[in-house]
């Protein structure tokens, strides 16, 4: 990050050129606090990296321009995608339960970033990246097809007035993308507490040829997947969690 700005200023989004993919988030800014702030200053540089942003800094990549993962973490290992990875509870508690994997956390917006990177210091884990910006672009762009163990969409914005119903990740041809670079055998799970947009994620996965889902519909409560303050919240106000989880198999 450039010495004379500080983190509020310097996490930016470029705006959405003409042409290119709609974007699945709404970029929001709020007060990051000092522990926050010290955790960007501090660790962004060493345990994070830019989805677009050279002066922030980019990921390794390999000979061909795809994200060199062996170099990101320091070891050749499975590697799970989180997508919108939130304030970081959830990535955090997983990836403490699961060394042998290694987990690569997107998220757009600033809080979540530096409070997952707070979260990861403070328990010592080795196994977690972070990056900012849109985590489509990156797959698009950087990861290679067939390299992924999991990709994890965790409550994604439901986008719920039908208008904005295009802005949803779990549409057919994101999905189609994600699909793409997991390897054969590995897993697509998606979470929500937003009943309509579960039933379109249970729809998307059935009409996409190399997925399958084994439970047919919802599938029960992983015991892997912890519950954060934000689906507390939702299961509070009468909202419960729907997860879709499907094998890539072709």
């Known amino acids: 990050m450039p010495a004379d700005l500080t983190p509020a200023d310097a996490f930016r989004h470029a705006p959405n050129a003409e042409g290119e993919p709609i974007r699945t988030f709404h970029p929001r800014r709020a007060a ?8 960007l200053t501090d660790l962004f540089p060493r345990l994070g990296f830019s989805v677009h942003d050279p002066d922030l800094g980019l990921p390794p990549t390999t000979p061909d321009g795809l994200l060199d993962t062996v170099a ?18 959830a990535t955090a508690t997983m990836a403490a339960a699961d060394p042998g994997r290694d ?10 970033i530096a409070n997952l990177l707070a979260l990861v210091d403070d328990a010592g884990l080795t196994n977690v990246r972070v990056a900012h910006g849109d985590a489509l672009d990156l797959v698009r762009r950087l990861v290679a097809e067939s390299s992924l ?16 119903h295009k ?16 390897r054969l055998g590995g897993t697509l799970h998606c979470a929500t507490d937003w009943a309509p947009y579960a039933e379109q994620m249970l729809e998307v996965v059935a009409a996409d040829p190399g997925l399958t889902n084994p439970h047919e519909g919802y599938a029960p409560r992983p015991a892997h997947r912890p519950v954060t303050k934000f689906e507390q919240r939702g299961l509070d106000a009468g909202r419960p969690s729907h997860d879709v989880i499907a094998t890539r198999t072709r």
């Open 32 to 39: 990051l606090g000092e522990r926050r702030t010290t955790a």
């Open 72 to 89: 990101l973490f320091g070891r050749t290992a499975p590697v799970v995608l989180e997508i919108g990875s939130g304030m970081g509870d």
């Open 103 to 112: 987990y690569l956390a997107v998220e757009a917006h600033l809080p979540g």
């Open 149 to 164: 163990d999991a990709v994890h969409v965790y409550f994604p914005d439901p986008w719920p007035k039908a208008r904005h």
């Open 167 to 182: 802005r949803r990740i779990i549409a057919p041809a994101h999905v189609a993308l994600l699909r793409s670079r997991l």
